[in-house]
Each structure stands twice: as structure tokens, then as C-alpha cells.
Nanobody, 129 residues
Framework: QVQLVESGGGLVQAGGSLRLSCAAS????????MGWFRQAPGKEREFVSC????????YYAESVKGRFTISRDNAKNTVYLQMNNLKPEDTAVYYC??????????????????????WGQGTQVTVSS
């Protein structure tokens, strides 16, 4: 199966920035829609963003729109999440995930809590106020 490993988390002050990376193994990475999710203690896992196979389509949760940017480099089998103007409410464990659906179908599936087959171990992001 595909293996995903996140990195780049850490402690940052409110207003600061972090860039998360997710390195993937597997020959089919370029065909996967990739997404970022996060989960704060005591809360449900929350969708953050996703990106199409080619990188030409992206989608963001309203809470991060305008502050976060998702991107991917298929040659490096890596997806990124640039997080700017971080807020304390962004504190969570961030997970990258992949699926083999079309971008549209992945959005539909994600809205139903489905669609992502492969998950990383998570990286902690803590934003101090």
C-alpha cells in the first residue's frame, strides 16, 4: 500500500507560518488526489484542503481559505501545505491522505466521511497565542 509520512509541524506563535510536507511512496502517487486533514484533542477530524492529480484544482475549508495553500510535486512524490497567519484554533495533529478518485468524486466522498484510503501518521502543529 501507499505510505505517507508528514513532517514540518512544530510550535509557532500566532501569525506565524509553517510548511507541512507529506512524502509518499508508491508508483501511483501522481494519480492520487491528496488531502490534508486535522484533528484537535476532543474534536472530530476536520477536512482542511485537497488537490487534484495534476495540481490544477484545489479546495479549502472555509476556516483556512486565504491562509493555507496546498501544492504538490509529483516528481518528488510530495504534497505540501503552506500555512500562513496561523491562529491558535489551527492547533491540531495534521494528517495527509490520498485517494484514487477523481477530484470531484473525492470531494463528494469526503463530504460523506469517505474516499481516502491512505493516511500518514500525523504531525503536530501548535500555535500559541
Amino acid at each position: 500500500q501507499v505510505q505517507l509520512v508528514e513532517s514540518g509541524g512544530g510550535l509557532v506563535q500566532a501569525g506565524g507560518s509553517l510548511r507541512l510536507s507529506c512524502a509518499a511512496s508508491g508508483r501511483t502517487f501522481s494519480r492520487y488526489v491528496m488531502g490534508w486533514f486535522r484533528q484537535a484533542p476532543g474534536k472530530e477530524r476536520e477536512f482542511v484542503s485537497c488537490i487534484s492529480w495534476s495540481g490544477d484544482s484545489t479546495y479549502y475549508a472555509e476556516s483556512v481559505k486565504g491562509r493555507f495553500t496546498i501544492s504538490r510535486d509529483n516528481a518528488k512524490n510530495t504534497v505540501y501545505l503552506q500555512m500562513n497567519n496561523l491562529k491558535p484554533e489551527d492547533t491540531a495533529v495534521y494528517y495527509c491522505a490520498g485517494n484514487a478518485l477523481s477530484f470531484r468524486d473525492s470531494l463528494v466522498a469526503a463530504s460523506q466521511g469517505k474516499g481516502y484510503d491512505y493516511w500518514g501518521q500525523g504531525t503536530q502543529v501548535t500555535v500559541s497565542s
